[in-house]
């Protein structure tokens, strides 16, 4: 823990220090930075988050979650409902997904899936559109600053900041889709195009349901720092009520059997209704604050300021948007709802860069009169946009998941200790282990439900369904398992992952007559279940 903590520290330092260093630099460099630089910055960066997930789906190195939304994908596509059989394994009574998460946005990337029903086909449109979030921001920036150059600096700033690069190279989720959103209808209030702003706030509170609080938090914004009453009491009204109708009604009703909010359990620190939450509060305010402002919570959101060297908190106000999103974090008990590198975080995002720009002229102008008072204005400008440039590539180095991070290629580096997380390059790897699982699996009938470790769920798309070894029965007793696919390497995963599977648990089927082994090769086995045996 030590160690993480210095990593972290020292890695801070040199951010600032790069920003601080070049800041001088430039302002005895008489040439402003070129807007080619930023188009090199962000074609790399693109490219890499286009071909990362690729490999690593190939590589084995995606797990159930990502299978649940080639499942529901596949439902749609077929059905036109988003049915996912395996999350009902799961979590009985989640056949329907929107009973997990409402996220009826999802159609949207169904219309290409249909056409093309790939894992790949997902992974592409889903990096596409987080990469399109660099149009809004790239219009909103030049409408807050004046400036063309800023506008083409925040393009490379986006793409390489550590936080979207994480959200971009997870799997799968739908929550990631907040941040193009949010900046699409935060440009729309700036522009003043009111009927496009409010269309945006809708699209937004149908991305997931939590994301109507970040919306209402948007609303208190409008209506008390900009002082526009009826947006901001508008805004309000649909971030809240899109947000109280669906967990309320919509989600209940669609879940079968007794209804429960999925992630329930992490919020249950304080109470277990919103009024025993409020009681807990007011009767122990020190206990709360002590429980809900945890150093690694705080340090997380930290990390969501330091690649743009906190230009953010020369514009607070416009930080209240990320009020809802971060308050839920910290209620929860799990640190991974505040954690910079989970998409969580996803609607915090734009309210970050959102205050870059709104205090931008602010913080040149302060930074300028202690650190450049005999530059010109323009030359002040410039070497902020360059120290910028300098503290997020070092971000990156130091932080992010990209290859130009230390993490990509030193697999001791790790600058989280998720055990489902991987960023080596070793993870990318695709080998002929890899590649044999697809001979495996055309041997197995579309109609069939297959028991597998979780790094192959996200393969058995087409199957009926994917249990998670070693469960070969629903919870309900109702389906059994058909086949069980076995990776008698784990993929090469570490003993502590939790999509390991035990070699003892492993043996069990090989020595369990209801099953017969079909065939075995390159580390895998494939079983059927004997037919009139349990």
């Not at 009926?464 to 070693?470: D, G, K, L």
Request: charged content about 15%.
């Amino acid at each position: 823990m030590m160690a993480l903590v210095l990593y972290y520290l020292i890695g801070s330092l040199a951010v600032f220090a790069a920003g601080v260093l070049v800041y001088w630099w430039s302002l005895r460099w008489t040439r402003p930075i070129s807007w080619k630089v930023f188009f090199v910055a962000s074609l790399i960066g693109a490219t890499s988050l286009l071909v990362l997930p690729v490999l690593k789906f190939h590589a084995l190195g995606m797990y159930v979650d990502f299978s649940h939304w080639l499942g529901v994908l596949m439902s749609i596509r077929e059905t036109g409902l988003p049915l996912s059989l395996s999350h009902e394994f799961i979590r009985p009574g989640t056949l329907n997904y929107f009973s997990v998460h409402f996220t009826p946005l999802v159609y949207v990337i169904a219309l290409p899936f249909a056409l093309i029903p790939w894992p790949e086909m997902l992974l592409m449109v889903s990096v596409l559109f987080m990469i399109s979030s660099a149009v809004p921001l790239f219009l909103l920036a030049k409408k807050l600053t004046g400036r063309l150059w800023i506008a083409w600096l925040c393009v490379p700033l986006l793409l390489w900041y550590p936080t979207f690069q994480y959200i971009t190279l997870y799997e799968f989720e739908m929550l990631r889709f907040s941040i193009p959103i949010l900046l699409w209808a935060l440009y729309f209030f700036e522009a003043k195009k009111t009927a496009w702003f409010f269309l945006f706030v809708v699209l937004a509170s149908l991305v997931r349901e939590e994301v109507g609080l970040t919306v209402a938090a948007l609303g208190v914004f409008l209506f008390i720092v900009e002082r526009a009453r009826w947006k901001g009491i508008a805004t309000m009204v649909i971030g809240m009520g899109t947000f109280a109708v669906i967990t309320s009604l919509v989600m209940p009703e669609l879940r079968q059997g007794e209804y429960a909010y999925i992630a329930a359990p992490f919020f249950s620190t304080f109470g277990d209704s919103p009024l025993h939450m409020l009681q807990t509060i007011v009767s122990r305010p020190i206990w709360v604050m002590m429980e809900m402002f945890q150093v690694t919570k705080v340090a997380n959101i930290g990390m969501l300021f330091i690649p743009l060297l906190g230009l953010s908190f020369f514009s607070p106000t416009a930080l209240i948007g990320m009020a809802a999103n971060l308050g839920v974090g910290f209620v929860s008990i799990a640190d991974v709802h505040t954690s910079y590198m989970l998409y969580y975080v996803s609607p915090s995002v734009p309210f970050v860069f959102y205050a870059v720009l709104r205090g931008w002229n602010k913080a040149h102008v302060w930074i300028r009169a202690r650190m450049g008072k005999c530059a010109t204005e323009e030359q002040g400008e410039s070497a902020l946009g360059t120290a910028l440039i300098a503290g997020m590539f070092v971000s990156a180095i130091v932080f992010g998941p990209s290859p130009l991070s230390l993490q990509f290629w030193a697999k001791d580096v790790r600058p989280a200790p998720f055990r489902t997380q991987n960023f080596h390059i070793s993870a990318y790897d695709v080998n002929d282990h890899h590649r044999a699982v697809a001979t495996f699996i055309r041997m197995i009938p579309d109609d069939a439900v297959v028991s597998s470790p979780q790094f192959l769920h996200p393969h058995l798309y087409q199957k009926r369904a994917a249990m998670v070894f070693p469960d070969t029965v629903s919870k309900d007793g109702t389906v059994l398992a058909d086949y069980v696919l076995l990776d008698l390497t784990n993929n090469s995963l570490r003993a502590d992952s939790p999509a390991y599977v035990s070699m003892d648990e492993m043996r069990l089927v090989a020595q369990n007559d209801a099953w017969r082994l079909i065939t075995k090769s390159e580390g895998y086995e494939l079983y059927v279940r004997v037919p009139n045996l349990p």
